[in-house]
């Protein structure tokens, strides 16, 4: 769609070389119906006659002429000085030419394919837009360039603002025209001291200088520093000073001498150059330059990290015809306000950026869960949703959302912005106003999540909630002593779900205090019934999550489940992760005693993966320590591993703490961690999780492995 930024598309005029006349006539209607001036030549000798006496400001050319190729025409461009911006355009999707045509200064290359006219106008106002820029940026160093000349003669016929130090007596001398750069008038004061012209100095630049100059008298070698004053009418500029060391005859510093000259208009000019090369003069916003930059070192970061990122563009949806309606500075009015919004959807480390005109990119860094970008994507069709009051006007805008995720669908700044330029389009294509995943398999879980949110809710009503039960052994027995009560949820339409599909959504949405509320009084009554049967009486343990451990009187709670179910405290274990124990250690502690007093048995779920102090650690009233399957896993091949495991076993030896791992799924493992003293396990060699009523008939019969 055209740029709404530029107020004054009419005067374009845009050269079209095409020897095919259908092909050129299309291209001519669909710039004529985007407010340009088209201009059309079939071969290129008709094209520089008429721009031997007119002008144009951008050009479209086809590789292929009948008197000459698109090579041919760029050279003699460059032969008559013509730097007129150019896209070259070609019936053939060959990648080599495409680089070759861009090293020879073209703007962009297009192929004539079914999408072609759809995206010219888009290319086009990109084209004229950067052109403009560049132009910007051309007048700004030639700006620059001749302030430096008169600079130059100034400093030629005047003298800069000069000083001395004497270092032995410290006095200080300043000419008249360093006391007009600081804003006093010359002579007053009289008498300058060090301490004083500190004083002067900006804070934040004041430890620089203070080590500039006493280096300098140090090693008797010249300084140069560049730093902020605040001048005697309060305003802040920036100097250059620059000095030398004079040494007496036994070579001890003596004097220190130079001059300082006020930088500010230079220090301002250089600034108003990096904003135009790198930021949008519309919005102020990082422009596509700056978002690549940002976005390469997001990649980086986020493969360091091991994050995700999320990278999404969004187009706001029929933008055009608020723009022809209300006319251009109103559109622009429009694209500034929902800058403005979008920046209140992202966080300061983040990257908004505008690709030009009414498209933006949102960079999402330190991601660790799609669910995060989820969030965002919905915020901003929210917020962009909201009427927008412009000129008297009541506006109201929605906006189509593509997005892209590192590392699964690109690890490149090309694939993922064009990844989410694709699931843009495939979000306008979708009655607009939403956001799509690139990846059907993303689009999948999202709809699996909005699924989950709606149904949850009524689950445990529902009853579609279980528990399956995996034994605990003593391998030197092989006795069951105990046994884990894991969640389990047959869904009426996603079939049976583990918890890490949903104790997140849980927990996110509270409904992990009543879910969690429920697995304790089955788990409880469930091992009552059994040993009511008069099966053996063994402990079950029921992991708490981080929202419960932390819920008001939880001590009565688990205390009224105990009683109603008739359990005796000692056969209940509750298994607390390291990490929530750690989050407030010395009130943990209170808690996790009240727990003990009741004869409830704590043990310490995937121990060795958060972090624990053991100076609190020999203070919590822990039963068992629970080493984690991810040490299990490899600790017969990887020493590090088998270090850990047997690390974590003697410290719950020396604490006369119990010791379990989880996670057992083959002899070896088994036998390495009897070896070491660690005899009580759980896992796959043993038995999968199962039914209640399996579970029983283990109690009954016994394991066989």
């Not at 090293?103 to 995206?119: E, I, P, Q, S, Y």
């Not at 916003?285 to 091991?306: G, T």
Request: aromatic residues 8%; glycine residues 6%; contains cysteine.
């Amino acid at each position: 769609m055209p740029d709404a930024t530029r107020n004054e598309v009419i005067c374009e005029k845009i050269l079209i070389i095409e020897d095919d006349a259908g092909f050129a006539e299309l291209i001519s209607s669909t710039l004529t119906d985007g407010g340009y001036a088209p201009h059309s030549f079939s071969c290129g000798d008709a094209a520089f006659r008429w721009l031997s006496s007119n002008s144009a400001s951008l050009i479209i050319i086809d590789y292929t002429l009948p008197d000459m190729t698109g090579a041919a025409f760029v050279e003699r461009m460059h032969e008559l000085g013509l730097t007129i911006p150019f896209v070259m355009v070609t019936g053939r999707d060959d990648a080599c030419l495409a680089v070759e045509m861009m090293k020879t200064g073209a703007c962009d290359f297009m192929v004539k394919d079914t999408t072609f006219l759809d995206r010219l106008p888009t290319v086009v106002s990109r084209t004229l837009l950067e052109a403009a820029t560049r132009q910007k940026l051309k007048i700004a160093e030639m700006s620059l360039r001749q302030s430096e000349a008169r600079l130059t003669r100034a400093q030629k016929i005047a003298r800069m603002g000069s000083w001395e130090w004497n270092i032995r007596s410290d006095e200080i001398y300043w000419s008249d025209e360093l006391y007009s750069i600081f804003g006093f008038t010359p002579g007053d004061p009289q008498e300058i001291r060090m301490e004083w012209l500190y004083t002067l100095i900006a804070p934040q630049d004041l430890t620089a200088f203070k080590k500039a100059m006493l280096n300098s008298v140090k090693t008797c070698q010249p300084f140069n520093i560049n730093y902020r004053i605040i001048t005697k009418g309060g305003e802040e500029i920036v100097v250059s000073s620059q000095g030398e060391v004079e040494c007496d005859g036994e070579g001890r510093p003596c004097l220190l001498s130079g001059t300082t000259l006020d930088i500010t208009a230079r220090i301002r000019a250089e600034s108003e150059i990096q904003q135009l090369i790198n930021y949008d003069t519309l919005t102020g916003l990082p422009n596509r330059s700056l978002l690549h930059d940002r976005l390469h070192l997001a990649i980086a970061q986020a493969a360091r990290d091991k994050n995700l990122l999320g990278v999404l563009i969004l187009d706001l949806d029929r933008f055009k015809g608020i723009n022809d309606t209300l006319g251009h500075r109103a559109g622009d009015k429009l694209l500034k306000a929902v800058a403005v919004r979008l920046e209140a959807c992202v966080r300061e480390t983040d990257t908004l950026a505008r690709l030009g005109g009414d498209e933006f990119v949102a960079i999402l860094v330190g991601v660790s869960h799609v669910e995060g970008i989820t969030k965002v994507a919905k915020k901003i069709l929210s917020i962009i949703s909201e009427p927008i009051y412009i000129d008297g006007h009541e506006i109201y805008s929605t906006c189509s959302i593509g997005i892209a995720v590192y590392p699964m669908d690109g690890d490149d700044s090309h694939t993922l912005l064009k990844y989410a330029d694709l699931a843009m389009y495939q979000a306008k294509d979708l009655d607009r106003n939403n956001f799509q995943f690139f990846s059907r398999e993303m689009n999948i879980k999202v709809l699996e999540r909005m699924m989950l949110e709606n149904s949850m809710r009524k689950a445990l009503e529902r009853e579609e909630f279980f528990l399956v039960y995996q034994p605990q052994v003593d391998t030197r027995s092989g006795q069951i002593t105990g046994m884990e009560a894991l969640l389990r949820w047959q869904h009426p339409d996603l079939g049976l779900l583990a918890p890490d599909k949903f104790i997140y959504l849980a927990e996110e949405n509270n409904l992990i205090i009543p879910l969690g509320e429920w697995v304790l009084r089955t788990a409880c009554r469930q091992n009552k019934a059994w040993q009511d049967e008069g099966l053996p009486a063994v402990r079950v343990a029921v992991n708490l999550s981080a929202k419960q451990f932390g819920q008001y009187h939880l001590d009565q709670v688990i205390a009224s489940t105990l009683m109603e179910a008739g359990l005796d405290p000692q056969y209940l274990e509750l298994e607390i992760t390291e990490s929530t124990i750690m989050k407030d250690a010395g009130q943990n502690t209170i808690i996790l005693q009240k727990f003990k007093d009741m004869g409830i048995s704590l043990a310490i779920d995937d121990f060795g993966t958060g972090y624990s102090s053991l100076s609190y650690l020999k203070h919590f009233p822990i039963s068992r320590l629970k080493i984690d399957r991810s040490f299990v896993k490899d600790i017969t091949t990887n020493p590090d591993d088998a270090a850990i495991a047997e690390i974590i076993i003697d410290i719950a030896r020396s604490l006369k703490m119990n010791v379990i791992a989880e996670g057992v799924e083959t002899r070896a493992q088994m036998q390495f961690l009897s070896f070491n003293n660690c005899v009580e396990m759980q896992g796959y060699l043993f038995s999968r999780p199962v039914p209640a009523d399996v579970f029983a008939n283990q109690l009954r019969n016994g394991l066989k492995y």
